[in-house]
């Protein structure tokens, strides 16, 4: 059941991709939902009824958890739900067309069975859960090699850096750079190929549904900046990092 | 003549990319330099090798400015010089083989002739002058559409914007957000394509030689954070901007 769920979604993600190539061939009407920092598209909301869509005439029976049209309160705790993020980095999608991604995830009974991130403007679709392993356009990748602090970049919210909230500028101290994007599907797919350690930032449940579950299956550990497990309800404060280097990151960040 | 040696330039940057990706197939040392934050590789030294060579071969007398190997001390203010950096976003090449470029400029008597800016993993290759218009492979591009600093993002060295120094973050603050990627010539690429309004960081002249030629074709000013020439000697604040928008991020940078 997982397996047939898994290869619709793969088939309908490569889809909806060529639509959304069609439409940025296009105009589009480009709408503001909370401000400035937060444009959300026509496309965005086009992708995600699309995906939905989808879901309800497969499987009618499984819950919908997704940023937009108001199925944003569901609960991934009992029976099948999925959670969708269909432009991830929409801010990106609005003015740079491109560097954003589409989220995908899968739940049974509160457990992440699978999860898609698919870096549209490169083609690049991961997956993966613990009965998939992780792939990247079909073929399995390997668990990312164990770094040092001093041997590698890490991923941050570009504000939080600045105030040096909960010590994550002290965190990035640690290693060789900061990098942003503006993306947090394109921050996983740089974790997955090992070109970041770790990544910090403030993210809503379908920001890091899908990418945590991949991440699992590479050698990675994620919690909120406590080292709490995440609530998948609610925005919050997120870190991802190499497992041998999670421990320390958690010290450096409740050290005050 | 200019055409010339614009062409030579032109195949021998398609031809060392190809070694470059031969390189990346296999290891490579990686040494420091001037620290954690600076790594330079082996492949660095030799891509420079190779196109100074080229350079002498073709053109004997004249002169090169370069990071590597002590050419870093040559004037363009008279006669013919190139200014090269082999690899731009050394750091991002080095533990993430992706997200560097070359960077090649030409300047006749002090005048930027043409420059050359190549996203290498992406063969992008960005080229432009007063003779040559603006190019990406070779097909001309467009100045780049007029924005406010409310629709659309900045490029920043995070160092700067951290600290606010010279005000950088007050004037990020005018804008839908920052954009961190550790390559000059990435962000050079993504102003070309509108992705970015402006950019602003500490830079060496081999770093902006190659892409402030291009970028005055295609609707750009640039200068230090006090709005003056800059001196294509030193390690210098470096701001550019969407001409219209440039006048006011001045302003803002010295407003106290």
Redesign the interface.
């Known amino acids: 059941m997982n397996q047939n769920k898994f290869n619709l979604m793969e088939s309908w993600l490569r889809e909806v991709r060529e639509k959304i190539l069609a439409w940025l061939d296009e105009d589009f009407t480009i709408e503001e939902k909370t401000g400035?920092?937060d444009?959300v598209t026509a496309v965005d909301k086009a992708v995600q009824d699309f995906l939905v869509a989808k879901i309800n005439t497969h499987f009618p029976e499984d819950a919908i958890l997704a940023e937009e049209n108001g199925m944003d309160k569901t609960s991934i705790v009992s029976g099948a739900v999925w959670v969708i993020d269909p432009i991830d980095g929409t801010?990106?999608f609005a003015?740079?067309h491109?560097?954003f991604a589409i989220l995908v995830a899968y739940y049974l009974d509160g457990t992440g069975q699978f999860g898609f991130v698919y870096d549209v403007m490169k083609n690049k679709l991961f997956s993966g859960g613990k009965a998939f392993g992780a792939k990247l356009n079909g073929k399995l990748i390997e668990p990312v090699k164990k770094r040092t602090f001093?041997?590698?970049?890490i991923g941050i919210n570009?504000g939080m850096?600045?105030r040096?909230s909960h010590q994550v500028?002290d965190l990035a101290d640690q290693t060789?750079?900061?990098?942003?994007?503006?993306s947090a599907g394109l921050e996983f797919c740089?974790l997955f190929e090992?070109?970041l350690l770790g990544y910090v930032s403030r993210l809503c449940p379908w920001d890091y549904a899908a990418g945590t579950i991949i991440a699992e299956q590479l050698g990675f550990s994620y919690s909120d900046l406590d080292g709490q497990p995440l609530d998948y309800q609610s925005w919050q404060p997120f870190i991802i990092f190499q497992s041998s280097l999670y421990p320390e990151a958690i010290t450096i960040l409740n050290s005050n």
């Not at 001093?150 to 970049?153: P, T, V, Y």
């Not at 060789?176 to 503006?182: A, I, K, M, Y």
């Open positions: 400035r920092s444009l801010l990106n003015v740079q491109d560097n001093s041997e590698g970049l570009a850096y600045r040096n500028a060789l750079g900061v990098r942003v994007n503006g740089a090992g070109k």
